[in-house]
């Protein structure tokens, strides 16, 4: 039996796929190294890249998902399961998450001090097949149900919400929210934003979710900065960044007509979307009917963001659903002039005026506004950007991340113990 004080076994566990472009799977890593330093174990579970399976990422062990098909479809077949079948995306979802409770016993989760987990499902799935005295902390950096509106508000621009509120899909969403939720000892959240959503609109109580914003290993995130790329500013432009998941809740398709009537006032400035998803393409084309495609480049996916943003000038996140994105923490600890939306948590972490500016979430012309005064007011700019970054380094610290963590572990396992 372990000790308060002893070193734990530790799992950060993921519905996602691992590795993946996007914030959660840096903040795993980031998690693990700093806990292994400490003397602890770490593991980390999730989707294979490919889909096709479950792996722990650093032990090499997977099981595929073919292996489970028939376990899995005895108990989601028509004749049990009807309605789950007048909808693939509801069924194909259901499917994978009785992938995962299978993959996690076929690893073994008795060996683990605490569970970690990073997002409702992978919550929900572990809650039920985990040993009743292995504490479950989840750390959840979104709300499902919300993004799912936003996916059909771009699909049908004229869709209402209750309309979207009566689809399977939607319905399934907001189930799994709510019942991940409610699966954990202890719920995490870095934003005021969804913490009030969890427990106004999720009924969970108070008392079983914490606030407290996430980390970054700052002096490795500044020496990165100053390592080459093969991609230079050009000269005579301002560069406005984006860097992140291209996928509809980012934004994206509303910074380019932005970006488009930015060309009509002038031209002294490049655009640079960094990352990748499914719209590219859409993108894409949609640069070329805006005739900005000689102001914009699709850098895809880059191991090397923190030089891109060193030779950047205007970071733009222009979210329709957002919580605490690592990019505009990164962002701000290179001391970049911000342009962001008010949607969701991004407002909680920039200070209009102060330490950057906040445009009306899917409204294009108060982003271009912002965009242009940026390129009109270079004290503006880069008054901005110092503030910025002077508040960013005192306030994105792992360490206090990894102590307020290690401190609930350690809550968590005293009441486990209590128990027994």
């Known amino acids: 039996m372990i000790e308060i004080g002893d070193s734990m076994k530790i799992l950060l566990a993921t519905y996602w796929y691992i590795p993946h472009l996007g914030g959660v ?43 489970l098909i028939p376990l899995v479809h005895t108990q989601l077949n028509p004749a049990k399961e009807p309605v789950l079948h007048t909808d693939k995306r509801t069924f194909n979802l259901e499917t994978d998450r009785y992938y995962m409770e299978l993959a996690a016993c076929y690893f073994g989760l008795s060996q683990y001090d605490i569970i970690h987990t990073q997002d409702v499902i992978s919550t929900w799935c572990l809650s039920r097949v985990k040993p009743a005295h292995v504490p479950l902390f989840a750390s959840v950096h979104g709300v499902l149900a919300r993004e ?20 399977l899909y939607w319905k399934h969403y907001y189930t799994l929210d709510k019942m991940g939720t409610h699966s954990a000892d202890l719920i995490h959240t870095s934003s005021q934003w969804t913490h009030d959503i969890f427990i106004q609109d999720y009924q969970v109580p108070k008392e079983r979710v914490v606030k407290f914003q996430y980390g970054i290993d700052i002096p490795a995130f500044l020496n990165q900065m100053e390592q080459p790329t093969d991609i230079q500013a050009p000269k005579g432009r301002k560069v406005i960044i984006f860097t992140g998941r291209l996928v509809d809740i980012k934004g ?32 894409i084309q949609k640069t070329e009917e805006y005739g900005i ?24 996140i222009p979210s329709l659903q957002d919580n605490m994105p690592l990019s505009l923490i990164e962002a701000q600890l290179a001391g970049k002039a911000i342009i962001c939306s008010d949607a969701g948590g991004l407002p909680e972490m920039v200070q209009h005026g102060v330490t950057g500016l906040v445009a009306g979430a899917g409204q294009e012309r108060p ?39 290690l401190a609930i572990y350690k809550q968590l396992l005293s009441r486990s113990l209590r128990k027994e």
């Not at 506004?369 to 940026?374: C, D, E, P």
């Open 293 to 316: 495609s000689d102001h914009v480049k699709f850098l895809g996916r880059r191991n090397d963001v923190p030089a891109l943003l060193k030779k950047s000038d205007i970071f733009v």
């Open 367 to 405: 982003l271009f506004l912002h965009l242009l005064s940026l390129l009109e007011n270079d004290d503006l700019r880069i008054r901005l950007s110092s503030s910025v970054k002077k508040w960013a380094l005192k306030f994105w610290s792992v360490d206090l991340m990894t102590e307020r963590i």
């Open 252 to 283: 994206v398709h509303i910074l380019l007509p932005a970006l488009s009537l930015l060309k009509g006032k002038r031209s002294d400035w490049e655009c640079w979307i960094v990352g990748d998803g499914v719209m590219k393409d859409v993108l």
């Open 148 to 167: 799912t509106i936003q996916y059909f508000k771009y699909l049908n621009p004229h869709a209402t919400i209750d309309e979207i509120k009566k689809t």
């Open 25 to 67: 799977w840096p903040l795993m890593c980031q998690m693990k190294e700093k806990l292994e330093k400490l003397g602890h174990e770490v593991d980390i579970f999730g989707n294979t890249p490919d889909g096709l399976a479950y792996h722990i990422v650093n032990k090499n062990l997977v099981i595929k998902k073919e292996e």
